[in-house]
C-alpha cells in the first residue's frame, strides 16, 4: 500500500441532465483508492451545500478529506461538461472558485512530505494563491507526478515548462505533448521523437503519452513501452485519463514490469470510457475480461 496525496480540484461535473462530483485529482485519488492505497486529496471547497455534499461524498469513500480547505468568499466549483456525438468531452469552467485559493498550511506539508507519490495538474496552478501552495508543496514531495491538462485560457507555456523541470514523472496526452513541443519550434517524425526531447529538456526520467482510443506510451528508464489499448464503444470520456493515470501510477508505485503496468492501466481507463461519468465502480474480473 502507497501513501499518495493529489492536489487541485474538486468540483461538480454538470451535464445536461444531470451534475457527478469530480475533478480530476479527485478522480485520480478514488481510483488509486480502489485499489486500497492510503489516499488523501487536499483542494477547497465553499462554503455552501455543493461543497458539503462534496466533502461527505469523499468521506464515504474512505479517501482523506482533512486537508480540504473551506472558503467563505468563493463558491464550490461547477464546470459545465459539453458531450459530442462520440462521446468526447469539453468543458467549460468557471473562475474564480474555492480551488484556487488553497492555502499553503504545515499539516498539508507534513502529509505531502510522508507521501510515496505527490500528484498535481496544471489547471490548479491557474490562479497564485493555489499555484503558489503547490510550489511551496513540491519542495516536500519524494515524487512529483504532473499531470499536463490544457484547458484554454487556463495555462501558459511558462507555467508549464516551470511544474515539467519539477516533476519526477510527466502524463500527456498527445495532442498536449505536440502542442508544447511546438511553442519550442521542435519538430518530430513520431512521438517517440518529442517525448525524448521534453526527457532532455526537462531532465524527466519517466513520460507518458495517452492516445485516446490507441493506447498509450510509456518512457521509463531510457525504454519505450507501448500499449495499443482495448476497443470498446466510448460512453464518455471523462474521467477515462485520470483513472488511467492513477492505474499506471499504483502499477508503477508497485514496481509492476512496464509494459504489464501501461496495459492494466489502458484497460481501467477503456472501462471507464465505456460507462457513464467519471468514476464508475470496475472490478478486477472486469480488467482481467478486457485484456483478453
Same mark, same amino acid.
Given at each position: 500500500?502507497?501513501?499518495?496525496?493529489?492536489?487541485?480540484?474538486?468540483?461538480?461535473?454538470?451535464?445536461?441532465?444531470?451534475?457527478?462530483?469530480?475533478? =480530476?485529482?479527485?478522480?485520480? =485519488?478514488?481510483?488509486?483508492?480502489?485499489?486500497?492505497?492510503?489516499? =488523501?486529496?487536499?483542494?477547497?471547497?465553499?462554503?455552501?451545500?455543493?461543497?458539503?455534499?462534496?466533502?461527505?461524498?469523499?468521506?464515504?469513500?474512505?479517501?482523506?478529506?482533512?486537508?480540504?480547505?473551506?472558503?467563505?468568499?468563493?463558491?464550490?466549483?461547477?464546470?459545465?461538461?459539453?458531450?459530442?456525438?462520440?462521446?468526447? =468531452?469539453?468543458?467549460d469552467i468557471e473562475f474564480p472558485c474555492a480551488w484556487d485559493h488553497i492555502e499553503f498550511k504545515d499539516s498539508t506539508k507534513e502529509i505531502v512530505k510522508n507521501s510515496d507519490a505527490f500528484i498535481f495538474g496544471s489547471l490548479i496552478a491557474r490562479n497564485n494563491v493555489s499555484k503558489n501552495t503547490l510550489l511551496s508543496l513540491m519542495k516536500s514531495a519524494k515524487f512529483k507526478v504532473f499531470d499536463v491538462n490544457l484547458r484554454a485560457p487556463h495555462y501558459s507555456m511558462n507555467l508549464l515548462n516551470e511544474l515539467m523541470n519539477e516533476a519526477n514523472f510527466i502524463k500527456f496526452n498527445d495532442?498536449?505533448?505536440?502542442?508544447?513541443?511546438?511553442?519550442?519550434?521542435?519538430?518530430?517524425?513520431?512521438?517517440e521523437g518529442y517525448v525524448s526531447y521534453v526527457s532532455k529538456k526537462t531532465n524527466t526520467a519517466n513520460i507518458c503519452v495517452t492516445l485516446g482510443g490507441d493506447g498509450a506510451i510509456l518512457f521509463k528508464s531510457n525504454t519505450f513501452y507501448r500499449s495499443s489499448g482495448y476497443p470498446i464503444k466510448v460512453k464518455d470520456t471523462v474521467g477515462a485519463g485520470d483513472s488511467f493515470l492513477a492505474t499506471l501510477t499504483d502499477g508503477l508505485l508497485k514496481n509492476k514490469n512496464p509494459q504489464d503496468a501501461i496495459n492494466y492501466a489502458c484497460a481501467v481507463g477503456a472501462l471507464v470510457a465505456s460507462k457513464d461519468g467519471a468514476n464508475p465502480i470496475i472490478s478486477t474480473t472486469d480488467i482481467v475480461a478486457m485484456m483478453k
Open positions: 500500500m502507497s501513501k499518495i496525496v493529489c492536489f487541485g480540484e474538486v468540483l461538480w461535473d454538470v451535464f445536461p441532465s444531470h451534475k457527478k462530483i469530480g475533478g =480530476a485529482p479527485l478522480n485520480v =485519488a478514488l481510483r488509486l483508492n480502489s485499489f486500497g492505497n492510503d489516499v =488523501a486529496i487536499v483542494s477547497s471547497v465553499g462554503n455552501d451545500s455543493d461543497g458539503k455534499e462534496i466533502l461527505k461524498f469523499i468521506k464515504k469513500t474512505g479517501v482523506s478529506n482533512s486537508e480540504i480547505q473551506i472558503n467563505e468568499t468563493y463558491k464550490t466549483s461547477k464546470v459545465k461538461v459539453i458531450l459530442d456525438d462520440g462521446g468526447s =468531452a469539453t468543458y495532442e498536449e505533448l505536440i502542442e508544447i513541443c511546438k511553442n519550442d519550434d521542435f519538430k518530430a517524425d513520431n512521438l
